[in-house]
């Protein structure tokens, strides 16, 4: 068919509207209410590049009689937008509309926001989110988890785990999706080199708070504070809110790698901690009050003989548990006076994804994560990185961890079953394997 006969097909049906340039939309030149000719030639399945309307005359004469009969509209590659309430109160799309240039800078826009994301809530830093690749995405301890190189004080680079929730685990997905690059996701974006290795972190968060508010009035959002923000803010951010996850402290120190050692266990060092006096002590107590109302629930599950866990801490909680039971039956006490002196007896506990560690800071003989290590100078805790579940005299594997265990373990297995396998990997494997059959036969026990 020829691209007349194309175009009149097209415009027989009178839903279809010769788009036009919009002025709130890009270019934002003097073109604005005039036919977008581009747009025009993609809507009727022509490739613009073919410059149709450039070349015939008359088939510009039969686009601009529909533009004078009415049959027009602002450029846009979608009739409809999903609908969002406006600052002003009305239910309307999120965006003006979309034209080609307007959809390749939101794009640019999600891809920034994508890397917010995930920064945000996996704790990463921003050198190692920027080396995240295609097909980065991995199950760690049966847990959804993506693979990145860790940068920092390594030289060698080595590869790391990163454990992360669902949502980020759809971002990241996304952000492979939408990458213009052949490997990486996040690189240059508007006003770099498009394609570049990387991009500005700092310029493109700020990008994406000027693009947000420049159009909140239409998107619904309300408008971002135009603070500086930098990506180690966001790790800042997310040890704050352990309050929210009383179970991730382990979890949290295995992100975080040596951070942890300062943002858990000694908040007066220097560390993400140091700059703010009032974070500290909000971390502080919001750790305190998390570890205290898993040790409560551990208390009553013990009171009423379920089993709380395996191992040698769980022995030792254990035998603390009866002595606070037996003294509140001699006083015929009740709850109250239950949880004072569990309050009193001050155990030491970190409540972990893979485990719960019981390290007391006054008796750390046997921590095996601070043996054969340069301690941190001040440094009186774990250190979260270096847990071994397997073996530590302080570890306590909980009825929750077993699944996770049991994940790894199978995983493994199937891992191992490859041919072909490098022996040095195979070793590795099985090394790991090895561990993971450790905690399930404590479990077993």
């Known amino acids: 068919m020829g691209a007349e006969a194309r175009l009149r097909a097209w415009l027989a049906d009178p839903n279809n509207l010769v788009p036009l340039h919009d002025e709130h939309l890009p270019p934002r030149i003097t073109d604005a209410g005039r036919i977008h000719w581009g ?12 410059n149709i309307f450039e070349k015939a005359r008359g088939l ?8 004078h009969r009415g049959q027009s509209a602002n450029a846009s590659l979608l009739r409809e937008y ?11 799309g999120w965006t003006r509309g979309l034209a080609p240039r307007s959809m390749m800078r939101e794009i640019e826009v999600l891809r920034i926001a994508c890397y917010i994301f995930v920064t945000a809530l996996s704790m990463m830093r921003d050198s190692e989110v920027q080396e995240v690749v295609r097909g980065s995405a991995v199950e760690y301890f049966g847990a959804p988890a993506v693979v990145s190189t860790e940068m920092k004080g390594e030289e060698d680079f080595p590869h790391k785990h990163w454990w992360i929730i669902e949502p980020v685990a759809r971002a990241r997905a996304l952000a492979e999706e939408i990458a213009s690059h052949p490997q990486r996701l996040f690189t240059g974006v508007a006003g770099e080199v498009r394609n570049a290795e990387r991009f500005t972190a700092n310029a493109g968060i700020k990008e994406f708070v000027e693009h947000v508010n420049a159009r909140s009035d239409v998107n619904g959002l309300e408008p971002i504070p135009v603070e500086r923000v930098a990506p180690h803010m966001f790790r800042r951010t997310m040890a704050m809110l352990t309050d929210q996850f009383p179970g991730s402290e382990i979890a949290l120190g295995i992100q975080l790698k040596h951070v942890a050692s300062r943002a858990l266990a000694n908040r007066p060092t220097q560390g993400y901690a140091a700059p703010a006096a009032s974070w500290a002590r909000h971390l502080d107590s919001a750790i305190e009050a998390a570890r205290f109302r898993g040790l409560r629930d551990l208390f009553h599950a013990h009171k009423g003989n379920e089993p709380i866990g395996f191992g040698p801490g769980a022995d030792q909680l254990s035998r603390t548990f009866d002595k606070i ?3 509140v039956a001699a006083q015929g006490g009740d709850s109250t006076v239950e949880h004072a002196l569990l309050k009193q007896a001050r155990v030491s506990i970190r409540f972990g994804t893979l485990n719960n560690c019981l390290f007391d800071e006054a008796n750390p003989a046997g921590a095996l994560c601070l043996e054969n290590t340069v301690i941190p100078p001040g440094h009186t805790g ?11 005299g302080n570890s306590m594997i909980g009825p929750q961890h077993i699944e996770i265990w049991d994940n790894e373990e199978r995983s493994l297995t199937k ?29 077993a026990r």
């Open 382 to 392: 774990p250190l979260p990185d270096r847990c071994r579940p397997d073996r530590c």
């Open 39 to 50: 747009l025009l030639s993609f809507l009727i399945g022509i490739d613009k590049k073919a």
């Open 415 to 443: 891992l191992l079953e490859t041919r072909r396998l490098a022996p040095g990997h195979r070793a590795a494997l099985e090394q790991q394997r090895s561990e993971a059959q450790a905690v399930l036969r404590k479990a």
């Open 325 to 327: 039971r037996d003294t």
């Open 82 to 92: 999903a609908q969002v309430k406006r600052v002003n109160g009305v239910t309307a």
């Open 60 to 67: 510009r004469e039969v686009a601009i009689e529909a533009v």
